[in-house]
T-cell receptor
Framework: EDKVVQSPLSLVVHEGDTVTLNCSYE??????LLWYKQEKKAPTFLFML????IEKKSGRLSSILDKKELSSILNITATQTGDSAIYLC???????????FGTGTKLQVIP | GAVVSQHPSRVICKSGTSVKIECRSL??????MFWYRQFPKQSLMLMAT?????????EQGVEKDKFLINHASLTLSTLTVTSAHPEDSSFYIC????????????FGPGTRLTVL
């Protein structure tokens, strides 16, 4: 059975802090790992990672995959209150773009 | 990015009734769509994979006779919750992927189902 574990489960930081969110996975036929941000409704796509060691960046967010360690991290620098959300990691395994979601990390950024 | 819509966004129904939720890919064709369920404070759980023109593939523990999925066209998949009960109250989300080998999935806005 596929497993995805995210840590920490929740996190409260002050604006301007830097946070690192962790994701570890055990899935069969791993193809890629996706990160999503979920606010009040459905998740929105952040990153797709397929190769180890190659950092993907989007503004203050960056992410990297370690296939040897079966893990990924998501970094957010200079956090803002708008970053408050649940961040979901989702490895894609097998065909048909099937993904398995982790429990998520709930991030709260306070002014 | 690609747009996926869901309808309705919110539905309240009586126990024992059936509810149909639509998922549409608005600007792309999706041979495969996915249906997820999310209970409060929990992550998204994949219920089934909906394949255009063929039967859906259900995850373990999901009753196929209770959650009927129809993927009649490349832009529409429907999920019908039959004989709904209060424990079926949840947030149902669909997603679809674009063609071309990319694994990115685009999510619909979700449907909040409340069964009284």
């Amino acid at each position: 059975e596929d497993k995805v574990v995210q840590s920490p489960l929740s996190l409260v930081v002050h604006e301007g802090d830097t946070v690192t969110l962790n994701c570890s996975y055990e899935v069969t036929n791993f193809r890629s790992l996706l990160w999503y941000k979920q606010e009040k409704k459905a998740p929105t796509f952040l990153f797709m990672l397929t190769s180890s060691g190659i950092e993907k960046k989007s503004g203050r967010l960056s992410s990297i995959l370690d296939k040897k360690e079966l893990s990924s991290i998501l970094n957010i620098t200079a956090t803002q209150t708008g970053d408050s959300a649940i961040y979901l990691c989702a490895p894609n395994s097998g065909g048909y773009q099937k993904v398995t979601f982790g429990t998520g990390t709930k991030l709260q950024v306070i002014p | 990015g690609a747009v996926v819509s869901q309808h309705p966004s919110r539905v309240i129904c009586k126990s024992g009734t059936s509810v149909k939720i639509e998922c549409r890919s608005l600007d792309f064709q999706a041979t495969t769509m996915f249906w997820y369920r999310q209970f409060p404070k929990q992550s998204l759980m994949l219920m089934a994979t909906s394949n255009e023109g063929s039967k859906a593939t259900y995850e373990q523990g999901v009753e196929k006779d209770k959650f009927l999925i129809n993927h009649a066209s490349l832009t529409l998949s429907t999920l019908t919750v039959t004989s709904a009960h209060p424990e079926d109250s949840s947030f149902y989300i669909c997603s679809a992927g674009t063609s071309g080998g990319d694994n990115e999935q685009f999510f619909g806005p979700g449907t909040r189902l409340t069964v009284l």
